[in-house]
């Protein structure tokens, strides 16, 4: 039987649409939330997200504000509108688009962001209560891993877990968060020995290794959950994911398609978490 598509772009709506309702009650009581991207440079691929974040904005009401800079900016100057946006009350949310041009320390940058307003969940102080467990600004395409999971109405505790891809921005966070849910996690990456055999005991298996279709069906235990973090960019143009997705269909329980998977949650859950920086900054549970 084929796997069941888990579709992003739906889930993403919905959410949106209840988004909506909490913006209202917000702004009844003069609250507005309000986000701030900065983009240093013109790299086209960070132009394209930081589009789509802006429009994400205007459709749900938020304040927003997009800074362009130019490549050659000094990380001083950055540095110092990132301060000025720190003591801005019409703005919860800040996000720097990554990467930053080669001359800029994108660690000392992120650490500048006051972390009640980290909305990309990257500052030290977010990724520490990420790992003990405390309330905190969830890193976006890992929180929207866990949602497209948890959409499939299927539990995740007890369940063998097993990310592939160990990066800061999604492979770690992923893994911790389904620890969170009490799966049992296992986490693979370049250096794995016999990682097929790995994946395959996999109940939930999270694919975010940049390698386009690496994950074919001999990945996959049949009837597993198979989420594809992966985006790149083929010669032909189009977008494909790190799961060989035709290979794996007939061999998975569910599965994300690239595009239309795991991408639309990104920019959702940063609208959630600048929603939820909003009332957390304003006191409201
Ligand atoms: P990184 O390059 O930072 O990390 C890739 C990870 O995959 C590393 O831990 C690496 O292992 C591991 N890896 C690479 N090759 C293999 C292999 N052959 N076998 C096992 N593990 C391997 O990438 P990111 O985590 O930033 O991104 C991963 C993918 O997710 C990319 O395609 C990216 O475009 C996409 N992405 C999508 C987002 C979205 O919104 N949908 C957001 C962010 C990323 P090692 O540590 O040993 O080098």
């Given amino acids: 039987m084929s796997a069941q598509r888990i579709n992003g772009k739906e889930v993403s709506e919905q959410i949106r649409e ?25 790299d086209p691929a960070s132009q394209v997200y930081v589009n789509s974040k802006a429009k994400a904005c205007e459709q749900l009401g938020y304040y927003s504000e997009v800074h362009r800079l130019p490549a050659d900016t000094t990380q001083a100057d950055l540095l110092a ?28 940058v992120i650490d500048a962001i006051a972390y009640e307003k980290d909305v990309d969940g990257f500052h030290p102080h977010s990724v520490g209560n990420l790992m003990i467990g405390d309330e905190s600004l969830l890193p976006c395409t890992p929180a929207g891993v866990i949602e497209l999971i ?15 891809g160990r990066s800061n921005i999604v492979g770690k966070p992923v893994a911790m968060l389904l620890l969170r849910e009490d799966a049992t996690v296992t986490i693979c990456h370049s250096r ?29 235990k049949p ?33 994300t398609p690239v595009p239309g998977g795991v991408g639309p949650m990104t920019i959702t859950m940063l609208m959630k978490n600048t929603l939820k920086a909003a009332k957390q900054i304003n006191g409201i549970r």
């Fill in 18 to 42: 209840d988004l909506k309702a909490e913006v209202e009650q917000l702004q009844a009581k003069g609250i507005q939330p309000g986000l701030v991207v900065v983009l240093v440079g013109e």
């Fill in 81 to 108: 509108l990132i301060e000025k946006l720190n003591g801005d009350a019409k703005v919860h949310g800040i996000l720097v688009q990554l990467p930053l041009p080669k001359h800029m320390d994108e660690k000392a």
């Fill in 150 to 164: 948890k959409r499939t109405g299927h539990e995740i505790r007890g369940k063998h877990a097993v990310v592939i």
């Fill in 192 to 220: 794995t020995a016999n990682i097929e055999e790995i994946a395959r005991q996999a109940d939930i298996l999270v694919v975010a290794t940049g390698r386009p279709k690496m994950v074919t069906k001999n990945f996959v």
């Fill in 223 to 255: 009837g597993a959950i198979v989420i594809d973090v992966g985006v790149n960019r083929m010669e032909n143009g189009k977008l494909a994911g790190d799961v060989d997705y035709d290979d794996v269909l007939e061999t998975a329980g569910y599965i």
